[in-house]
């Protein structure tokens, strides 16, 4: 169940990342990466819609993968009762490789994002982007409204993902999904990536607010220090 949920989350921004690199070569002219940069202020539409594919893709929180990884890894540690040898070299070595191919994901959209579409332009076709029509946008806005319902609100498909792991099988339904939290039968964790998603957005409003707030007190007292002393 773990398996295909993550087979469908690959499907949602896998889709919306094609998409977007479809809107960068429309809008500059050029595949190369190198040659990119400062797309930022030139498309903001595709780099947001970019972004948040790329967030779905690192297996961060609240990214679309984010959620079947962690239910991956819950089955790979939990899932498997049975002691054997071969099981306990195999969990240990998939788990390894789970988490080994989130930080390369991690890596590679960092570079990719940072490269792509900030900093300054490193070419002329760069330089000369622009945003993509609304058609193309459209479709890159459905496969982003695909991602966020699969990173907030996976229990919408997760019991249908259940009864096919369970046909398939011919197991036991192997999903619990209650009104905010998810988790797989047999395992004690439990996760609400909708609690979670706005626990973050909480947590960045304060830091954000933070930011703001020393920076106006720094302004002041740099005021204060400038301001001329009164005359006799």
């Given amino acids: 169940a773990a398996a295909l949920l993550h087979v469908a989350g690959h499907a949602a921004f896998k ?14 002219g050029t595949r190369d990466l190198d040659a990119l940069g400062g797309l930022r202020a030139r498309m903001p539409v595709t780099t947001a819609l970019f972004g948040w594919g790329a967030l779905a893709a690192s297996a961060l929180p609240p990214g679309t993968a984010f959620v079947s ?7 790979l540690i939990h899932g498997l009762p049975a002691a054997g040898v071969a099981t306990a070299v195999a969990m240990p070595l998939a788990v390894a490789a789970v988490a ?13 994002f940072g490269v792509g579409f900030l900093a300054r332009p490193r070419s002329a076709a760069a330089g000369k ?4 029509p609304p058609s ?15 990173a907030v609100l996976p229990g919408l498909v997760l019991p249908a993902i259940g009864r096919v792991a369970a046909n398939v099988t011919g197991a036991a339904d192997p999903v619990v999904a209650e009104a905010v ?10 996760l609400s990536p909708l609690m979670l998603t706005l626990a973050l957005l ?12 020393v920076a106006v007190r720094r302004a002041r007292r740099a005021a204060r220090r400038r301001s001329p002393t009164a005359g006799p």
């Fill in 15 to 28: 889709t919306l990342l094609f998409l977007g690199a479809g809107s960068v070569v429309h809008g500059t």
């Fill in 69 to 75: 990884e962690w239910l991956l890894l819950q089955a």
């Fill in 100 to 112: 080994l191919t989130a930080g390369l994901a991690v890596a590679t959209f960092v570079k990719a």
């Fill in 129 to 132: 982007a622009h945003e993509s």
């Fill in 136 to 150: 193309m946008l459209a479709g890159m806005g459905l496969a982003a409204l695909v991602c966020a319902v699969l």
């Fill in 181 to 190: 939290t998810v988790r797989l039968a047999g395992v004690a964790g439990a």
């Fill in 202 to 213: 909480g947590a960045a409003i304060v830091a954000v607010a933070g930011v703001r707030l």
